[in-house]
């Protein structure tokens, strides 16, 4: 089944302690991006990648970093997470005509 | 930054009613998306319309996209409660870097 797979779909962690959302598709899509989306600001963009090792700031990129070593996988991380990165999280992957979101991800740091 | 404004952000309607909602900016997109969203889940594409004037059809649904690709409408017929959901439309930019720019969103429910 064609899908675009996150872990952990749900993480409360504290301030400060770095963490990792994975991200992997199986569609040999080249084109990957992260999103948040926060109550009455809609799904903002935080990172996209055209390729493997490519990879540019969306919108809200602060205090997020990502890597695209493999076609399939797009990690985000969060190097020291405050309390304003509270909020649910999307991967993606297709193209920017089309995307295949994720299930999501709910981050809760306190 | 280009912004797209969805209007309206709610709409309540009894099952068998029309609606259209509207997706508006002043900056120019290469194509235009309309994503559905239900709770807990991710957004799920609808359509993509990328020619000024295009109008494509899903079923009872209808989209459009302005002229001079700045807007797009989505029209649905006879709405049922299946049709529930929050409706976003997403712009890609015209400035030749593949990044998305989403709307605020419009929260529908159709009640039986």
């Known amino acids: 089944e064609a899908q675009v797979t996150q872990n952990p779909r749900y993480l409360i962690t504290v301030t400060g302690k770095k963490l990792t959302v994975t991200c992997s598709q199986n569609?040999?899509?080249?084109?990957m991006s992260w999103y948040r989306q926060d109550p009455g600001l809609g799904l903002r963009q935080i990172y996209y990648?055209?390729?493997?090792?490519?990879?540019d700031k969306g919108d809200v990129p602060e205090g997020y970093k990502v890597s695209r070593k493999e076609k399939r996988n797009f990690p985000l991380i969060l190097e020291s997470p405050s309390p304003n990165q509270t909020s649910l999280y999307f991967c993606?992957?297709?193209?920017?005509?089309?995307?295949?979101f994720g299930p999501g991800t709910r981050l809760t740091v306190t | 930054t280009q912004l797209l404004e969805q209007s309206p952000q709610f709409l309540s309607i009894q099952e068998g009613e029309n609606l259209t909602v509207y997706c508006n900016s002043s900056?120019?997109?290469?194509?235009l998306q309309w994503y559905r969203q239900e709770p807990g889940e991710g957004p799920v594409l609808l359509v993509t319309?990328?020619?000024?004037?295009e109008v494509k059809k899903l079923k009872r649904l209808t989209f459009q996209f302005g002229d001079a690709r700045k807007d797009s409408s989505l029209h649905i017929t006879a709405a049922q409660p299946g049709d529930t959901g929050l409706y976003l439309c997403?712009?890609?930019?015209?400035?030749?870097?593949?990044?998305?720019?989403f709307g605020t969103g419009t929260r529908l429910l159709v009640s039986p």
């Open positions: 569609m040999n899509h080249e084109y």
């Open positions: 997403a712009g890609t930019s015209n400035t030749g870097f593949q990044k998305l720019v």
């Open positions: 319309v990328v020619t000024g004037g």
């Open positions: 990648s055209m390729n493997v090792e490519v990879t």
């Open positions: 900056s120019v997109f290469s194509s």
């Open positions: 993606a992957s297709g193209s920017s005509y089309e995307q295949y």
